[in-house]
């Protein structure tokens, strides 16, 4: 029987990872406000769900923009036939307008130096493609979305080196970190190209300071490698602090005047499927300053174009000016009010998260939750909460994180109602399982009780503390 | 600092398919705006049918609008990212497959798998397929394109089949273990065969017989075949199109290894005409490579938006019935005023029954039998007769003077004005635009055979 390719047989596409198999038992017993209310919640798909009302208005109140019409006369063999692989020009005007936008027109951007893809998914993939050769290396920080495994390596040949972030500083980068990464990848006789950042971070929630932008910048203009800022959930970033592309660092720098060549080493991914929720359209970009880069970019995207129906529906919409005003601002705060819910649901059965102030979900510390500080412990929660509790949620080893009890959980994917539900679940879960020690027969001995006692007298205190005064909906 | 393949041209871009193209770019024909622009011929389009695709969505408007039976379904499109695909855009497709196919073949919907067009279909295939620097055979002349999608990020190397005029470029059995043979002295493992079926450029569906000589040949070597038969609905004449999957089924190699080696291509961008949409898909009996297929079509799905427009039309049966037919009727009756109109400037080409092109003879009009002299035939014509079509050698044929051109991807009026500057610019060679003594007398050498030929073909009208 004649083989198959290597990439076809491995496992390297990072499927067999707990984040994937979360979703298959979810698949199996997916909850139903209606039909399957003992189903589990779907927590673990960074989705917004939250501002479809607002789309959905626009196209019944635009109806060219989906009837492959201008100005009602139809265009529609002219979008069947659109296959250019440069883009929709009215499309890319209008989305590089929109990503100045969301960063507060501090930054603007060339459509002549966007390319589009099949979503980020494609977009970071292509840009791997085009950076890096097979064997050679990018550093990430850690935690990272667990797709990263697939999307950057997979038909890549290229390897991940993490940057280990811990929780000793809200998981920030740090100059010895990135070193650190560095040498290992050194060591391990792996050209570094370039490290790629999440900003906002996917799973943190988090923005990255200045501090961190400028560090990163300095570090590989002095490796002379490249640096592709993921920001995908730059739209998602509803509170304070506020967002800080890296373009505005290269900008505030001055790298764009003074011939820099980091200026060129730098690449922004973005797509629409988080800000905007329509991760079904398959919308993705690379921006970059490098027009080789450009070049090699766009001529790769004819794997993976974006359907010019798509294209045009879109490009209608993101030029209304008065729709993305209203929708940008509105979407952050339906984000902000949903996050806070997640929050202060999590904080009523005892549990807080790094405060966060962007994305689709927050990381939460269960750390006090485990049997012990280990893996195993936070797979053993893990698989509690997924199959007791029945919330499906992100496991932080998922997402390479480097200490066990992190888990990233989603709030913008499902209705206030089923948030509401799955945060009583959890209370109640941790009510249980800590007032009932011995029932559970885990054979433990005097040391785990022990544990377990300062655990339960740690979350007793703080639902005391939070019962006190039971604001609704706070 | 970038990565090999973003710096190298194995992009293949640079051939001359792609720089006919910057030269249309340049100077584009308009009937009104720039009737003496270059008339392009060199794209590969459907256009003859559009207005059956939207009368059909203007009786329909819930399918473009995101409705289904009135009701909104935005939300639920827009949330749509399985790379499982719309189970019911692929179950229109399978059926649709199987009717192009005179329902010879049962396809199942699990065995699909969408992709971003064609393009991303055959590169994904040749990832699942094909290690870096293992070779794939291709008959020639083949797609200009496969450069690109077959090799550049996948590292697989083509070795191609060569086919000649002497039998109307048919593959042979000894056409292939040549290719093979040559194959081995490069050190390249040969894992499969792919081939296009109907031909681009040919134009023609290949016969049983090749395609029994393809199934004996990637038997006998343990190897997989790769049939991209994107041109399927276009076969507008007989001999009537045979998938490779009815040649096996009627060998009843259904339950044997071949059949999970048998890996189809599809798309709607020629059939349909919607290149702009990104439609494609592999079809194939092979679990492993439906599976890893499904998870690399992350790279390119299809938007939902798109996937639920099309599995609407498609589910109309009267629609698909009513467009295949006169689809079909468009193209055959296009084909054979272009043959008819080449035939009375004393140009003939190889017979044919599908596709959207005609592959061209114009052997007698090259000033001498090389590619050096049909790349001259071809700036001349592109350049002084006005016409992007597209080289025999960019198809990587073997023998000069071939050429690739297209009928279906503009009006018929506009066909008629690229006839008239063939029979009067091309042939008539009354342009007095040329310099050199050696091209002169090259004119008048192909002046003389072409007064032979027009004589010839003359004596009867339309074919």
Not at chain 1, 124 to 129: G, K, P, S, V
Not at chain 2, 146 to 152: I, M, P, S, T, V
Not at chain 2, 225 to 242: C, H, K, L, Q, R
Not at chain 2, 272 to 278: I, K
């Amino acid at each position: 029987m004649c083989m198959l390719s290597r990439k076809a047989t491995c496992n390297s596409h990072g499927q067999d990872s707990s984040y994937f198999l979360g979703w298959q038992e979810y698949e199996k017993n997916p909850f139903h406000e209606v039909r399957n209310t003992k189903g589990i919640i779907q927590m673990g798909l960074a989705e917004n769900q939250l501002c479809f009302d607002i789309l959905k208005s626009w196209i019944a109140n635009n109806p060219d923009a989906a009837g492959f019409k201008r100005n009602g006369e139809s265009i529609f063999a002219e979008l069947a036939l659109f296959q250019d692989y440069h883009g929709i020009p009215e499309f890319k005007k209008a989305l590089t307008e929109f990503m100045s936008e969301i960063r507060g027109n501090k930054v603007s951007f060339d459509p002549n130096h966007l390319v589009l893809a099949a979503g980020a998914t494609s977009a970071n993939e292509t840009l791997m493609f085009c950076l890096a050769n097979h064997g050679e290396a990018f550093l990430l920080p850690t935690p990272y979305y667990p797709g990263f495994d697939r999307d950057l390596k997979w038909r890549t040949g290229v390897e991940i080196i993490p940057i280990h972030c811990t929780s000793s500083n809200g998981f920030q980068i740090t100059e010895t970190a990135l070193q650190e990464a560095y040498l290992e990848a050194q060591k391990r006789n792996l050209r570094v190209k370039g490290v790629l950042v999440t900003n906002p971070s996917n799973p943190l929630g988090t923005t990255m300071t200045r501090n961190e932008l400028n560090m990163l910048v300095s570090f590989v203009d002095e490796k002379g490698i490249h640096l592709v800022s993921d920001e995908i959930y730059s739209g998602t970033a509803f509170s304070t602090p506020s967002f800080v592309s890296v373009m505005e660092i290269l900008k505030e720098r001055k790298c764009d005047e003074n011939g820099s060549q980091v200026w060129k080493r730098v690449h922004v991914v973005y797509s629409l499927s988080k800000d905007l929720g329509l991760p079904g359209f398959r919308v993705g970009a690379i921006y970059s300053n490098d027009d080789m880069v450009v070049a090699a970019a766009t001529k790769m995207s004819s794997f993976g174009l974006v359907s010019s129906q798509t294209q045009y529906l879109l490009a209608a919409m993101l030029s209304d000016k008065k729709l993305t005003k209203n929708y940008i601002s509105e979407n952050h705060k339906r984000l902000r009010q949903r996050q806070k819910k997640l929050v202060s649901g999590l904080q009523k059965a005892g549990i807080s998260c790094l405060k966060g102030n962007a994305g689709l979900f927050c990381w939460v510390d269960m750390r006090h939750l485990l049997r012990s500080n280990t893996f195993e412990a936070e797979m053993e929660l893990w698989k509690k909460i997924v199959y007791e509790v029945r919330l499906n949620i992100s496991p932080g080893s998922s997402c390479h994180c480097t200490e066990p009890g992190w888990f990233r959980v989603c709030f913008a994917n499902m209705s206030e109602e089923t948030l509401d539900l799955a945060m009583q679940r959890l209370k109640a879960f941790v009510t249980e399982y800590y007032n009932v020690p011995e029932v559970n027969g885990h054979g433990q001995n005097s040391r785990l009780n022990h544990s377990r006692r300062r655990s339960l007298t740690k979350w007793v205190f703080r639902l005391s503390f939070d019962d006190r005064s039971p604001i609704p909906g706070r | 600092m970038l990565s090999k393949k973003a710096s190298c041209d194995s992009h293949g871009q640079d051939s001359s398919y792609f720089l006919g193209w910057e030269e249309y770019e340049k100077n584009p024909y308009h009937q009104v705006h720039n009737p003496n622009g270059i008339i392009q011929m060199g794209l590969a389009e459907n256009q003859l049918s559009f207005d059956l695709v939207e009368s059909w969505l203007a009786a329909n408007p819930d399918a473009a609008g995101l409705k289904r039976n009135g009701e909104s379904v935005f939300r639920e499109l827009a949330l749509f990212q399985d790379y499982h695909g719309l189970p019911a855009f692929k179950k229109v497709l399978v059926e649709m497959m199987a009717k192009m196919r005179g329902n010879k073949v049962k396809l199942e919907a699990n065995n699909l798998v969408l992709t971003a067009g064609a393009t991303s279909a055959n590169e994904t295939l040749m990832f699942c397929l094909a290690d870096p620097g293992e070779a794939i055979l291709l008959p020639t002349p083949y797609y200009p394109g496969f450069d690109r999608d077959l090799k550049w990020r996948t590292g697989a190397e083509i070795v191609p089949i060569q086919c000649t005029s002497s039998n109307g470029f048919k593959i042979t059995p000894s056409a292939l273990q040549d290719a093979y043979e040559r194959a081995r002295k490069f050190n390249l493992k040969v894992k499969g065969v792919l081939i296009t079926n109907p031909s681009n450029p040919l134009g023609t569906t290949m016969t049983l017989l090749e395609l029994n000589h393809i199934i004996d040949f990637v038997i006998e070597k343990d190897i997989h075949i790769i049939s991209d038969e994107i041109y399927s609905g276009t076969a507008f004449d007989s001999p009537s199109f045979v998938s490779i999957l009815e040649a096996l089924m009627q060998r009843n190699l259904e339950n044997t290894q071949v059949w999970n080696r048998v890996h189809i291509v599809y798309s709607l961008s020629k059939d349909l005409g919607l290149p702009g949409f990104r439609v494609g898909m592999i079809y194939s009996n092979n679990p492993a490579v439906v599976s890893a297929a499904t998870k690399m079509s992350s790279f390119g799905l299809i938007s939902s938006q798109t996937q639920y427009l099309l599995s609407q039309m498609l589910s109309d049966k009267k629609f698909t019935r009513k467009y295949m037919t006169e689809n079909k009727k468009r193209l055959l009756k296009r084909k054979e005023m272009f043959v008819s109109g080449l035939k009375s400037a004393g140009i003939t080409c190889l017979e044919s029954n599908a596709g959207l092109f005609c592959w061209v003879d114009m052997r007698h009009l090259l000033r001498s039998n090389t590619f050096e002299a049909e790349m001259e035939l071809w700036e001349k014509v592109v350049c002084d007769v006005g016409l992007n079509i597209s080289p025999g050698s960019s198809c990587h044929c073997t023998e000069p003077g071939w050429f690739r051109m297209c009928f279906a991807n503009m009006s018929e009026e506009t066909l008629r004005v690229a006839m008239q500057r063939i029979k009067v610019k091309l042939v008539d060679g009354n342009q007095s635009r040329s310099t050199t003594a050696v091209v002169k007398s090259a004119r008048l050498q192909i002046q003389t055979k072409w007064v032979l030929q027009l004589a010839s073909y003359n004596r009867g009208p339309d074919r």
